[in-house]
């Protein structure tokens, strides 16, 4: 129709917490060494706040945003390497559920008008792959031989990142960085 509003294209949006650099770096180096033994795409170590939601890219920035300056930095304990039964939880370092890791996912959805068919499970994937459940216990086991003090790693939350992320594209090629926010503690 000549002269009619234009659709604005949606996408699929996430928010995502980035552990600090260090532990970025560590955790880089266990996971290519995971794909190296048992494939899957690379990606960048986050645990999801937000999980994928479809929106225009304008409503989804001003969301994150929204959203980033009511948080503020959190602390995050790993409490168990674990196993899931899909593509993107195939293993993962479970986070401690603490009420401030849960707080600002919650937060953050509600500013994002999302809804989890299911409980918030904070986790940092390890590795993405559709693995039989024989490979996904050697890749766990393989966790704690390659990091014998993952189970003590604790760090501050003090980066959210917008992502924009197909679920449908399992390469992850299509998947990018919108915006990162850096979380103050003067709220």
């Not at 996408?11 to 260090?22: C, K, R």
């Not at 993962?92 to 509600?110: H, K, N, R, Y």
């Not at 986790?123 to 966790?143: C, F, I, N, P, W």
Request: charged content about 25%; overall charge negative; hydrophobic content about 40%.
């Amino acid at each position: 129709m000549a002269g009619g509003p234009t659709a604005v294209a949606k996408g699929v949006y996430s928010v995502w917490a980035l552990p600090p650099e260090d532990v970025r770096d560590r955790l880089k180096s266990l996971m290519g060494a995971l794909r190296s033994e048992f494939g899957g795409p690379k990606f960048e170590p986050h645990i999801t706040v937000v999980g994928a939601i479809s929106l225009g890219p304008d409503d989804a920035l001003r969301r994150f945003r929204s959203a980033c300056t009511a948080l503020s930095p959190y602390p995050a304990r790993v409490s168990a390497v674990s196993r899931g039964a899909f593509f993107y939880q195939c293993v993962f370092l479970l986070i401690d559920p603490s009420p401030e890791v849960v707080e600002t996912s919650a937060l953050s959805c509600g500013h994002f008008g999302y809804e989890n068919a299911t409980p918030y499970m904070p986790h940092l994937s390890l590795l993405y792959g559709d693995l039989t459940e024989e490979e996904k216990e050697r890749a766990r086991q393989r966790v704690e031989a390659l990091d014998k003090e993952i189970l003590s790693l604790s760090f501050e939350v003090s980066a959210l990142a917008l992502y924009k992320t197909d679920t449908e594209d399992k390469s992850l090629e299509s998947w990018e960085q919108v915006e990162l926010c850096h979380l103050s503690d003067d709220k």
